[in-house]
């Protein structure tokens, strides 16, 4: 196991992975193929709506063995994003895959089993890892919406997805967005609100108008991966300056430390390095190489005299030896021993 502390991890260049939804005809396959470089694998023969001056490379496939087929040729090597289109249609094609896969996924009425959705779930989330760290793509996801009630009576939007499938979706996504008409501009929500699900991150959030029409190129989402980055960027910008502070105090810690000598040091070493300006990790990394180096030393903490002393300084005084009995106690074991032997006169019978 790997344990990375925050100034340890390295972002910069990531792939993202982005859902969206919304009603028919808003323009989600548009949005989806505004990702740089696109490919686009029609499971809905849906990319003849849109526009020709927008459609991306597509592929089209039966099933899901297909498709990972298609995924591993040296034909995509050239495309940084799969859109997925719909996302609806690739769980229907998961189901089919995990009862083939293993019975125990399907009912005996040949519908999928509550183990089978559970199946959905995993194969879902390693499609989605594989296809951002293996293949190192982006993938965008797009979904139709479906109107449903609320607990409130409220309409709320939902995905047009079969069962439980829906809401295990989102797990493995980075960016989620709903997207809709406000009067003639169209708009993608990156915040949850009452009416829709939403997901932002990366300094992503809120409401953003979709720079749909003719003569606008079509980059929305390029420009927000490249946002994403940015934010990222600045993270690690700000982990530098804070692990230079880490060097720093931890060099003044180490050289601390190594002056104990006695007790006395001890106690005044170890005062001093609580008031030090500590910075990410700092305190608890010096913390242990002070314990270890009052170890090495003997050094143990007096809680009644409020110091440290040394372990074998005050020695016990020695046991005396078990085998080696008082004299007075030897005295009486042998005056017992007189007591017990028999009268050798009067055991003859009187002879």
């Known amino acids: 196991m790997a344990i990375y502390q925050p100034a340890d991890l390295d972002f910069g260049n990531e792939k993202f992975s982005v859902l969206l939804y919304g009603a028919p005809g808003v323009g989600k396959s ?107 793509k982006n993938i965008v996801y797009v979904f139709h919406a479906v109107e449903e009630k609320g607990n409130d ?88 300056q804070e692990r230079m502070k880490y060097d720093a105090v931890m060099v003044e810690g180490r050289k601390l430390i190594e002056e104990v000598r006695t007790p006395t040091d001890a106690l005044r070493v170890g005062n001093e390095i609580k008031t030090l300006a500590h910075c990410l990790t700092s305190l608890a990394e010096l913390r242990q190489i002070f314990k270890d180096k009052l170890k090495e030393f003997g050094f143990v903490w007096d809680g009644a005299g409020k110091r440290y002393k040394c372990v074998g300084a005050e020695k016990p005084e020695t046991a005396p030896d078990k085998a080696e009995k008082p004299e007075l106690e030897q005295e009486t074991e042998k005056q017992l021993v007189e007591a017990e032997k028999p009268d050798v006169a009067t055991e003859g019978g009187g002879e």
């Open 153 to 240: 009576d409220k309409t709320v939007q939902r995905l047009m997805c079969e069962g439980a499938a829906r809401n295990i979706v989102w797990m493995p996504i980075d960016f989620g967005c709903f997207l809709y008409k406000n009067g003639k501009t169209t708009v993608a929500g990156f915040s949850p609100t009452d009416e829709y699900f939403a997901k932002g991150c990366y300094g992503v959030s809120g409401v953003m108008e979709i720079p749909f029409g003719d003569g606008i190129i079509n980059n929305f989402l390029t420009r927000l991966f490249e946002q994403a980055n940015k934010t990222l960027v600045a993270d690690r910008e700000y982990f530098k």
């Open 30 to 136: 548009t949005l989806a193929a505004s990702a740089p470089k696109p490919i686009l694998i029609d499971l809905d023969n849906g990319i003849r709506r849109v526009k020709a001056q927008h459609r991306p490379a597509t592929s089209r496939v039966s099933t899901y063995e297909e498709l990972l087929v298609d995924l591993k040729s040296s034909a995509m090597s050239e495309y940084e994003t799969i859109i997925i289109d719909t996302g609806g249609a690739l769980v229907t094609l998961l189901q089919d895959y995990v009862m083939c896969q293993d019975p125990v996924n399907r009912t005996k009425s040949g519908t999928i089993s509550l183990k089978g959705f559970g199946a959905v779930k995993a194969e879902f989330k390693r499609f989605t890892d594989w296809l951002k760290t293996t293949l190192n």
